[in-house]
């Protein structure tokens, strides 16, 4: 028995033995246990079913037991209400013997639960950002966060890139100040490519730190790959390999899951689909398939790659690429427990998809996983923040309303001069009111943010593009894309692998009423959510092409497919080069660039591209290439060189001049945002312009005239 072990308080020890059955920890508990001891803030990095949960509850636990503890002591935070159902079992199973009490706090959670008695708070309290922005406007149960101790960040990695990421960044402050001390922060999280940056984001300057990362050891993993051009041949597949197990079928978008079983639809036993934009008891029901004995197949988008246990299973199934090595690691993670090998099938469109998958495995091997980068210009979240701050107060100055705002983590590197003209663009749009140097909400925020108790302000999740979809009884089937219910296509649909018809629509209420619909074909539901692949995925297909063969070892028709694609690009270009050659398509001579980065060098550099063409000829891109069609002259691939070594040399002013930027609206608060902040932001945070800048100064023109004019890794140009 360890020190660490021993070192537990009694009645912790009895419920590691008696419950779970553990006379000992892992390394992975005993490092988190005593990383937590030391008080220092901490990063636990484990794969799926490392026992991530267990590493925080335990010291957190330990140390509430021996120190006493009155009010809510610990907060576990997680970016999902379907994984705070899933974890509460596991936090009642450390609480209830040792007399602590847990208490769930989200959407789906009746009012009536959401709050407590005077005087009786839970001491695990388990909730989403947006439900603890509501409940620190609750001053009455306020008082019961003053001797908060802990806060645990599940799945801290959902966060870290997205408007949630900063919100949950504001709340981590505040809660500091609430409780008059540095409450302690501990992010639990799948493997990242920068955790000591993902630490310093969680955590804050001058603050102990520490990541607690225990290696994996090396075991055995089996993959297949099958390459189908046909769908009807794919599917198929697809029905041969999950028939008789336990499986998990990834797609890469909510319309292919929606396809995709439709296809299975009698072909495979126990069939469900989880996806965001269903209800959370269709995703429920889907989830809980996998608890009943024998088969069971599960289609699914990234909604079941977070740390939701779903229990054993015998395989998962990849159809088409994964974007990212993080996503594959995660999804790979499904599978492999109970001292069986991880499995992944992955079913193939094409030799081009791959090689994206071999990329993919090859830089997993390499423990080369994409990097988080958190926004620095969030502009919008500034806003929501403001108006809460005012909210709370019910009147405050500009100038106490600026220092609160860069008091806040988030905003410290945000200029006052910016949060002064936010204020001045908010008064001008009346959303806020002046009396006397007193700011108060305008007439506009109460019209636009006032319903509900100011329900709309505690979220930066932008809502507005999205209808209800129900039943006239009033059963919540999902979610619809405005753009899809506005569309000529609306009236028939799928969701949830069933048919449904739209009978009427509440644009009011953002609701449409539905029933189930006939087989005939309906229409896409969702619109949108393009699939991508990440710079760490776009550099490792570069290297195998440069390389001329995978270093894994590969089945002989996959090393013949690979083969295949590379021999269609050109050899001798460098790491970084924009490799030019004119290829023959089905339109005709057209001239390819090669970029081997990803989808937003690709849109920049286009823009770019077609500005040094004068705005002569067709292009279209995507995460490798860039395709020109249509230039004119004695010269178009000449032509086509010029430009791209013109684009290269661009002024940083010249490069931001030419982008555009897309509306407002895609982002909540976003139409709040002054013109050129607004263009800061995106420039910032969306297109990581700083970032763009350093590979298009770096980037050489490699010309090349291949023997193989056939196109390959180009985008599509109908």
Not at 212 to 231: G, I, L
Not at 689 to 718: G, K, Q
């Amino acid at each position: 028995m360890s020190s660490v072990y021993e070192g537990l308080h009694e009645s912790l020890q009895s419920v590691l033995l008696q419950r779970l059955g553990w006379s000992e920890l892992r390394d992975v508990q005993e490092q988190t246990c005593r990383a937590v001891w030391s008080g220092s803030d901490v990063l636990v990095l484990a794969p799926t079913a490392g026992g991530k949960t267990e590493a925080a509850l335990i010291p957190v636990t330990d140390i509430m037991l021996k120190e006493g503890c009155r009010g809510v002591a610990c907060i576990y935070i997680s970016p999902l209400k379907a994984l705070i159902n899933d974890q509460e079992g596991r936090f009642l199973t450390f609480a209830v013997p040792t007399g602590l009490e847990v208490q769930k706090w989200h959407g789906d959670v009746p009012k009536g639960d959401r709050a407590w008695a005077a005087g009786e708070p839970p001491h695990f309290l388990m909730i989403t950002p947006e439900s603890l922005e509501v409940l620190m406007l609750e001053r009455k149960l306020m008082a019961d966060l003053k001797n908060l101790r802990f806060v645990v960040i599940d799945e801290v990695h959902a966060f870290v890139e997205s408007e949630r990421g900063i919100h949950l960044r504001c709340l981590l402050d505040r809660l500091d100040k609430v409780a008059g001390r540095n409450v302690q922060r501990i992010g639990l999280s799948a493997t990242v490519g920068n955790p000591e940056d993902v630490l310093g984001w969680l955590s804050a300057p001058g603050r102990a730190q520490e990541v607690v990362r225990v290696p994996v050891p090396p075991r055995e993993k089996k993959f297949s790959f099958t390459v189908e051009p046909d769908e009807g041949r794919r599917i198929t597949s697809l029905v041969r390999v999950v028939s008789g197990k336990k499986a998990i079928v990834f797609v890469n978008s909510r319309s292919d899951a929606e396809k995709v079983i439709k296809s299975l639809r009698g072909r495979v036993d126990h069939l469900s689909v989880h996806h965001s934009s269903l209800s959370p008891e269709t995703r429920s029901e889907a989830e809980s398939a996998f608890s009943r004995e024998g088969s069971a197949c599960i289609v699914c988008t990234s909604s079941l790659e977070l740390g939701i246990d779903i229990g054993d299973l015998d395989i998962v199934v990849q159809l088409g690429s994964p974007g990212s090595v993080s996503s594959f690691l995660q999804r790979m993670g499904r599978s492999g427990r109970r001292g069986k090998p991880p499995f992944v099938a992955f079913i193939l469109r094409d030799p081009c998809e791959l090689l994206c998958t071999v990329a993919v495995i090859e830089c997993a091997s390499k423990k080369e996983v994409e990097p988080l980068i958190p926004h620095v210009r969030p502009y919008n979240v500034l806003v929501q923040q403001l108006l809460l701050e005012i909210l709370r107060k019910r009147r405050a100055s500009a100038k106490s309303i600026t220092a609160a705002l860069r008091g806040l983590t988030p905003f410290r590197e945000i200029p006052a001069a910016a949060v002064e003209e936010i204020i001045r663009n908010l008064r001008a749009e009346e959303y806020l009111v002046a009396d006397g140097e007193m700011l108060m909400l305008g007439y506009r925020a109460e019209k636009e943010f006032g319903q509900a108790n100011w329900r709309d302000l505690y979220s930066v999740i932008h809502g507005g593009g999205e209808f209800r979809a129900v039943t006239p009884d009033g059963e919540i089937v999902g979610r619809l894309d405005a753009r899809f219910v506005n569309s000529k296509n609306s009236a028939n649909f799928q969701l949830g692998g069933k048919n449904w018809t739209m009978i009427t629509c509440d644009e009011a209420r953002n609701r449409v009423v539905v029933v189930p619909g006939s087989e005939q074909k309906g229409g896409i539901f969702w619109t949108g959510g393009e699939h991508g692949y990440s710079d760490v995925v776009c550099r490792g297909v570069s290297r195998i092409i440069r390389r001329g063969k995978s270093s894994l070892p590969l089945p002989d028709d996959a090393v013949i497919n690979l083969a295949r694609v590379i021999s269609k690009v050109p050899a001798g270009f460098k790491r970084g080069d924009i490799v030019i050659e004119a290829r023959e398509g089905a339109r005709g001579v057209g001239v390819l660039l090669l970029t081997f980065r990803n989808n937003n060098f690709g849109k920049l550099y286009s823009s770019l591209l077609t500005r040094a063409l004068r705005s002569r000829g067709r292009m279209s891109y995507n995460d490798f290439s860039l395709l020109v069609r249509g230039v004119r002259g004695d010269d178009p691939f000449g032509t086509v060189v010029h430009a791209a070594e013109e684009a290269g040399m661009f002024s940083r002013e010249e490069v931001e001049s030419v982008i555009l930027l897309p509306a407002p609206d895609g982002w909540k608060f976003g139409s709040l945002i002054p013109a050129a902040r607004f263009r800061e932001m995106v420039l910032s945070d969306m297109y990581h312009i700083d970032d763009f800048m350093a590979e298009l100064s770096s980037a050489r023109v490699f010309v090349s005239e291949p023997d193989n004019p056939e196109a390959t890794i180009a985008p599509d140009d109908t």
